[in-house]
């Protein structure tokens, strides 16, 4: 498995719905693992399938002080009112690092890798995490979610070290 990087069509297009998730189980731990390993060697907190090339609904988490998570086909229930500002990397985007405004708190529901349904609150940096994963599967980057001006100069920016 290899990351996709800034550039790459696959990472503006939405992911597709895992089907028959309790099917072929032993498929989605060899995924879940790739996915982790692929997390740890680029010493990351989250991975979502689109950034693998993989176009459907699932992502991991493994955040210090947490368990390692898998979510597939998750579902954003609630986000806090509340929001705050903190910087945000993407190993699709490698050494760019910029504050981005979330909510302090998100409820999803999702699967785990098992094809066991569950719903989890999360605050702090999971929340964050969750919000951008969750955005992969949209097709959204975390540059999106800035100002015009800011998006463009970052992109210039990561073109220029690309081509160095």
């Known amino acids: 498995m290899e990351i996709f990087i800034l550039g790459s069509d696959l990472l503006h297009q939405k992911a597709v719905p895992v089907e028959n998730i309790k099917d072929g189980s032993h498929k989605w731990k060899e995924v879940v693992q790739g996915m982790f390993d692929v997390l740890e060697k680029g010493k990351g907190v989250g991975l979502a399938g689109p950034q693998i090339g993989l176009m459907q609904q699932i992502f991991v988490t493994n955040i210090d002080g947490d368990l390692p998570r898998v979510f597939i086909n998750p579902s954003i229930i609630e986000t806090s009112q509340e929001t705050a500002k903190y910087e945000e990397g993407c190993l699709s985007i490698p050494g760019v690092y910029v504050d981005v405004i979330r909510p302090k708190m998100v409820k999803v529901q999702a699967w785990n890798e098992k094809g066991r349904p569950?719903?989890?609150?999360?605050?702090?940096?999971?929340?964050?995490?969750?919000?951008?994963?969750?955005?992969?599967?949209?097709?959204?980057?975390?540059?999106?979610?800035?100002?015009?001006?800011?998006?463009?100069?970052?992109?210039?920016?990561?073109?220029?070290?690309?081509?160095?």
Do not use: C, N, Q
Not at 125 to 136: G, K, N, Q, S, T
């Open 118 to 164: 569950f719903t989890l609150e999360a605050a702090g940096l999971l929340a964050r995490v969750i919000l951008h994963e969750y955005d992969h599967l949209e097709g959204v980057l975390f540059i999106d979610r800035l100002s015009e001006p800011k998006r463009k100069r970052i992109m210039d920016k990561f073109a220029r070290k690309a081509k160095a």
